[in-house]
């Protein structure tokens, strides 16, 4: 595979220590229209996976432990 | 035909629904309720719980019909003379005549809309003509509650599917669809005795002015793969040169938005506070006021709250950061835009195609029928003009209810293997290859060329220039690769991207007229000309598997329409003070 890396601020980050996708809840994966998160295998959290953000905020809405933080991508900012 | 499908997953419905936004849900439930021993299967891109133009609910009716503010022959008249008079009447007079028991109907769920002192529907004042507006200050919980409805009606949802391609039968009728799942990649083959496509808009046509891929003023996650389906399986398609553009808040893509801050008080206008329309409903006409004040010394173009009172604004900010798009207030926070103080400049969106602001899509009649037997289209994606969340609520009903009964007499048509096959290559093409072109960099340069050659106003040499590269691209479309199912998602919207631009392009050529204000300004024919093309533009997929066009004439109209009013829409602007 030859693709570079191309980096971006992700707008969407989760605080590690509020976030209970290690006991099993995946509400923010399930609600993102555009699919782009995912449960990390190492540490159990959910993190972005995929710079394909609509900035809708389900995800910062429906979170029980309100983990989730969306800001407006960079670009657009 | 077991061992020629190989491993996929095949499974029989009477009733498939493609797409669990808006229209679909209501589809899905409708058909069911008509006939609740039918196996209805709907199918989504996302999750059924958040998921299309409305994911984050809707801040209101745009085109309510309530008796006492407007009649269904009312409304049909306004929105025959918004669309320049190319319309199918029966379907506008259809939605027209089920719209407020629609309202009812959600109310009963728990829908909650504005009402007065009395309890009645506190209708609002945005259109031309007539009052269609009924607010949702707390229309955040749509999906939930339609969700609530599916599971109660046991429909059968499939979240994460991508319908990719349409099965059709040797007498062309409608068969079945394949999809593919976009976390496993797994192919799904699905024989249904009918379809109702209801896939949203195509909002990832044009290139946001940003340059991100996902600032869309839709829901991204419709990429106009409902167009591309219909396309592929001979349906119709119909005026497809009257695109979508709206007036948003620059950057941000969203809208700011007129029909919420209207009723308030609030008015687009120009960098000198002034009032340059009289009226700001989303039409072509409007649009291209708009662009003439943008190309002017007067420009840009504001959304103007700052002279209302401060409770006014609380109330109107109580509704925009909480509904539709909620991050709104974020972005404003951001720059320090405070609507007490500051005007908020407005743009000029990418293009798209959607029903739900303009006239574009999958051609319909009044029972949501396409030119495919069994096959129907409801929502952003039909051909029913300014639609809306109400007119894809109301036209779904209407294709489930159809659906049903067309089900009831017909039985499964027999699969071709061969489509079956081809769509099995077509789509696992990207994950065999392990080197090539990644989607959003195929993507980017077709959406860039969009704005580049097709954004309006048009002219033909750029066009054609677009032609040429988009057949390029299409070259191109093998060398896709994802290296895992959610980039092969990504890819197969690719194809569905391309296909609406190509289809952009040969529409947009054919008609040599202008019409629609901004939505389709040809250089080379500023005018209008009824007496060539008071007609739809039909587009569709001819024997050599190319897109062709031809005109449909537009029928009698069943509501007529007075001469002295079909311009109304023509006379918007106000003439600058000196």
Known sequence: MSFAENPSEFPVTVDPEKCIADKGCTICVDVCPLDVLRIHPETGKAHMKYDECWYCLPCELDCPTQAIAVSIPYLLR | MSQNLDTDSVFDADVLVIGGGTAGPLAAYKAKAANPALRVVLLEKANVKRSGAIAIGMDGLNNAVVPGFATPEQYVREITIANDGIVYQKALLAYAERSFDMIRELDQWGVKFLKDENGDFDVKKVHHLGTYVLPMPEGGSVKKILYRQLRKAQVLISNRFMATRLLTAKDGRIAGAIAVNSRSAELLVIRAKAVILAAGAAGRLGLPASGYLWGTYENPANSGDGYALAFHAGAELTNLECFQINPLIKDYNGPACAYVGGPFGAYTANSRGERFIECDYWSGQMMLEFYRELQSGRGPVFLKFDHLAPETIAEVEGILHKVERPSRGQFHAGRGTDYRRDMVEMHISEIGFCSGHSASGVWVDEFACTTVAGLYAAGDMASVPHNYMLGAFVNGAI???????????????????????????????????????????????????????????????????????????????????????????????????????????????????????????????????DDEWFCHVQLYKDASGAIACRKRAVDPYIIPVETAERDAYDRLRILARN
Request: charged share 35%; net charge neutral.
């Open chain 2, 399 to 529: 294709a489930g209810e159809h659906a049903a009964e067309f089900s009831r007499d017909s039985d499964l048509a027999e699969l071709d293997p061969g489509q079956i096959e081809a769509e099995r290559q077509r789509t696992r093409a990207p994950l065999r290859n392990a080197t090539g072109l990644p989607a959003n960099q195929v993507e980017y340069k077709i959406r860039r060329f969009v704005n580049d050659y097709l954004q309006p106003p048009k002219s033909p040499r750029k066009y054609e220039i677009a032609q040429k590269r988009f057949a390029e691209i299409r070259d191109d479309l093998k060398r896709l690769v994802a290296r895992d199912a959610h980039e092969l998602m990504r890819a197969l919207e690719v194809h569905s991207i391309l296909d609406c631009a190509e289809m952009a392009a040969a529409a947009s050529l054919y008609r040599k007229e202008s019409r629609w204000g901004l939505y389709h300004h040809r250089l080379d024919y500023p005018e209008r000309d």
